[in-house]
């Protein structure tokens, strides 16, 4: 469950020191997840990216998110204490020991009734949902980002953002295909084709962020977006 990118960090040693153990850890409830993920080897957001969804949610002013991939609840946790009392976060896993960890994550903190946590595949469930979302959160398997895209891009409100993350894979990404491990082809194939996709899409507007093993923030400027190869939604 171990996130090795996060152990091959692609900025200087003392950046990443800055960033992920300069700026305080999460305090209070939502600290003890994070201190219970670190302690039990659970592949949460680090701090660096943790501090930044914080802020960046307060700074939009968003009520209501969608994320993919709860692990035990850290980042959707976060996300309820940056957002306040009047928010609700859907968040979606598939795997029922991560299940069972973050509904019990959910009772501790008392934030249930903010929360829906759907269980099951995310390629099953997201075209169930029709909510306009504020923020979409991806943090989930990295070759399927390309291909829950299109669902997500119709369930962000236009103005809303679609933050992924893990979008560097420790800056493999931009290496010839052929150095990149067969067994890791598929997920550097389907990265690249979605930054082939978003970058340059004049109907998105599109940052990278060098937080933990890269993130990945697109806001949806208008009501269609047009894709390569689709007819847009
Ligand atoms: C990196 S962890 C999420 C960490 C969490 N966002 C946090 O920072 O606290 C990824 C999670 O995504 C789930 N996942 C991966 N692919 C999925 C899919 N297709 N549908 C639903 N869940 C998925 C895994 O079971 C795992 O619990």
Redesign the pocket.
């Known amino acids: 469950m171990r ?1 090795e990118m996060m152990y091959r960090p692609v900025l200087k040693d003392e950046i990443i020191e800055l960033l992920r153990h300069r700026q305080p850890e999460m305090s209070g409830k939502v600290g003890k997840v994070q201190e219970e ?1 670190k302690e039990t080897g659970v ?3 680090p701090n660096e990216t943790a501090t930044f969804l914080r802020f960046f949610l307060k700074q939009i002013k968003a009520k209501n998110v969608l ?10 946790s976060l996300m309820i204490e940056a957002m306040g009392k009047d928010s609700h976060v859907t968040t ?4 029922d020991v ?1 299940i069972r960890r973050a509904k019990n994550t959910f009772e501790q903190l008392e934030i249930e009734d903010q929360v829906t946590l759907l269980e ?4 099953d469930l997201l075209g169930t949902l029709d909510e306009p979302y504020d923020f979409i ?1 991806m ?3 990295k070759s ?1 980002y390309i291909e829950f895209l299109p669902e997500c891009l119709r369930l962000v409100k236009t103005g809303g953002v679609i933050m992924i993350d893990d979008v560097f894979q420790a800056g493999t990404v931009m290496h010839d295909i052929k150095d990149i491990p067969k067994s890791q082809r598929t997920i550097y194939r389907k990265l690249n084709q979605l930054y082939d996709t978003v970058l340059g899409n004049e109907d998105l507007s599109v940052t990278i962020l060098p937080l933990g093993d890269g993130v990945l923030m697109i806001s949806k400027e208008v009501d269609n977006v047009h894709l390569k190869s689709d007819k847009g939604m």
């Open positions: 996130n993920a592949p949460v957001i994320e993919i991939g709860t692990a035990i609840g850290f980042s959707a979606i896993d598939r795997f991560m099951g595949d995310a390629k959160f943090d989930s398997a399927k």
